[in-house]
């Protein structure tokens, strides 16, 4: 017995296939079938991009490339991306305070308000730099550490 375009309730309007009773060889016959089916490859879309390009993606890297090119141990690379990172956000909380100070729509509360949670949030920033610092300062210390690799940590962090 076969059903032919019968709506289940989870069907989305598309007619259902018939279904029609077979053996299990014919059913592992079809298996094999779709097993051995190989997929057709079909062509996505194609960039060009120009050599000035290349060339700038290849230079960049990253923002941490000289830190991940330092040969430093991985754990001091960490650390100094934590601190780099955070230092960044500090910089830009610094930008969001100045924003805040030159917005004329703002009322003398609300400004207030805006530069007190910046501020705040700059001060838990410093917090982060200072104890990452601290853990940056205790691994030196327990790792041996050339004089040259000593100043390369000193550069990497100052460098922003």
């Given at each position: 017995m076969t059903?032919?375009?019968?709506?289940?309730?989870?069907?989305s309007g598309v007619p259902a296939l018939p279904q029609v009773a077979s053996n299990d060889a014919a059913s592992d016959r079809d298996a094999d079938a779709l097993n051995s089916a190989t997929p057709t490859l079909v062509e996505g879309v194609k960039v060009s991009l120009s050599g000035a390009s290349i060339a700038k993606a290849a230079s960049v890297g990253g923002e941490n490339s000289d830190i991940d090119n330092s040969g430093l141990p991985e754990n001091i690379q960490q650390l100094l991306k934590m601190i780099r990172k955070l230092q960044k956000q500090i910089a830009e909380k610094k930008a969001q305070m100045n924003k805040v100070m030159a917005d004329k729509t703002l009322s003398n509360e609300e400004r207030i308000n805006k530069l007190a949670a910046l501020r705040?949030?700059?001060?838990?920033?410093?917090?982060?730099?200072?104890?990452?610092?601290?853990?940056?300062?205790?691994?030196?210390?327990?790792?041996?550490?050339?004089p040259d690799q000593n100043l390369k940590v000193g550069a990497l962090l100052t460098k922003n």
């Open positions: 059903a032919i375009g019968t709506l289940s309730p989870g069907n705040g949030a700059i001060a838990a920033l410093n917090s982060g730099v200072v104890t990452a610092n601290l853990a940056l300062s205790k691994v030196m210390g327990q790792s041996a550490m050339t």
